[in-house]
C-alpha cells in the first residue's frame, strides 16, 4: 500500500499537480515541468507536514490544553518534544474524493468529535488548476448542535528554483511578526519586522536568516489581496497569494532540519485564519455556529 494512499493527477495548460488521499496533501505542483512546492515521493511518508492541509487549527496549541464554552479540554500532544498540540487534526487521514475532472478535484472528510474536540465538522478541501496557477480552497461546516472553534492553513513549502533557500529572495508584505518563546515556538508579544531584521516589504535576500515565526499587519494590493513572492536568481519564482482579510496572518519557515535531506530546501508559507495558540488567546479565532460554514481560498501560481 502506498503511504500517501491514492494519487489524483490534474493538468491545465503549464500546470500540474498530484494531490493525495492521506492529508488531502499536495504532493507536488509544477509549472512547465518546474516544481513549486517541495514535494516528496508517492511511495514515501510525507515529511513533516509538507503540503498538508491543517484544520481545525493550524500550528501550536500550547500544552494542548484550551477552555472554549466554560469547560477546559484536552488534546493529544502531537509535538511531545515542545508539548504542544500541532496543526489540527486531519492532516494524517484518508480523504475520500468527492468530485474530479481534469483540473480540478475535491475531497472531504468528516470529522469526529472525541474528549478534545467535541465537535462534528464537515470538511472540504478543493484544488482547481487554471492559467492563474493552482487554486486551493478549504471549507469547514458544523454539523453539530453547539458553537466550534476553528481555524485552518495550508502547509506548501514554495521552491523558487535552484538551489536551496539561501539562494533566494523573499517579499513579505507584513510590518509585525510574532515573538516567540526559544524552546516551544510559543506566542509571547507582536512586535514590528525590523526589530528581528524581518522586514522584507522590499524584497531581499533570504541568505542564511532563520525563520519560523507568525507575521501579521499584512498589506494588501488594491484588490484585497497579499503576495508572498519567493524568487531565484534568474529572476523565476513563485508566489502565494490570498485575501488578506480572511487570512491577516502567515506562518514563515525556512525549514531548518540540520542533517536532514529536507534542510532548507523550500520555503514554507502558511496563511493563517489565525495565530499560534489562538484557541486560548481569542485572537482572529473562528467561531462556527451550528450549520455555519467557513471557506477560504489561497493561490500558488509561477513568477
Not at 73 to 87: I, K, S, V
Not at 218 to 227: E, S
Not at 236 to 245: D, E, K, N, Q
Not at 247 to 259: E, S
Amino acid at each position: 500500500m502506498i503511504p500517501s494512499g491514492f494519487q489524483v493527477e490534474l493538468s491545465h495548460g503549464r500546470y500540474t499537480a498530484v494531490v493525495t488521499e492521506v492529508g488531502a496533501t499536495l504532493r507536488e505542483l509544477r509549472h512547465d515541468g518546474r516544481p513549486l512546492v517541495a514535494g516528496f515521493d508517492a511511495d514515501e511518508i510525507r515529511p513533516n507536514f509538507r503540503g498538508a492541509v491543517l484544520a481545525p487549527w493550524p500550528n501550536r496549541i500550547a500544552d494542548g490544553r484550551y477552555t472554549f464554552g466554560g469547560q477546559e479540554w484536552q488534546l493529544p500532544l502531537t509535538e511531545p518534544a515542545r508539548g504542544n498540540a500541532l496543526h489540527g487534526l486531519v492532516a494524517w487521514v484518508r480523504w475520500e474524493v468527492a468530485a474530479q475532472s481534469d483540473s480540478t478535484v475535491e475531497l472531504v472528510h468528516s470529522l469526529v468529535p472525541f474528549s478534545g474536540y467535541p465537535h462534528a465538522l464537515d470538511l472540504r478541501v478543493r484544488y482547481e488548476l487554471d492559467d492563474a496557477g493552482l487554486h486551493w480552497t478549504v471549507a469547514a461546516t458544523n454539523t453539530g448542535d453547539a458553537p466550534a472553534p476553528y481555524g485552518t492553513a495550508p502547509h506548501p513549502y514554495l521552491v523558487a528554483g535552484a538551489g536551496r533557500v539561501d539562494d533566494w529572495s523573499l517579499e513579505l508584505p507584513a510590518a509585525e511578526y510574532l515573538e516567540v518563546t526559544d524552546d516551544r515556538l510559543l506566542p509571547v508579544s507582536v512586535d514590528k519586522v525590523e526589530s528581528a531584521g524581518f522586514d522584507f516589504r522590499t524584497p531581499r535576500p533570504l541568505g542564511d536568516i532563520f525563520i519560523d515565526h507568525a507575521f501579521t499587519a499584512l498589506t494588501a494590493g488594491d484588490d484585497g489581496v497579499a503576495r508572498v513572492n519567493v524568487r531565484a536568481a534568474d529572476g523565476g519564482g513563485v508566489v502565494c497569494s490570498w485575501t488578506a482579510a480572511e487570512c491577516p496572518w502567515v506562518q514563515i519557515h525556512t525549514a531548518d532540519r540540520p542533517g536532514e535531506p529536507g534542510h532548507r530546501i523550500g520555503l514554507a508559507v502558511e496563511p493563517m485564519t489565525c495565530p499560534p495558540d489562538a484557541f486560548n488567546s481569542g485572537t482572529d479565532l473562528i467561531v462556527l455556529a451550528p450549520g455555519q460554514q467557513h471557506a477560504t481560498t489561497w493561490t500558488i501560481a509561477a513568477l
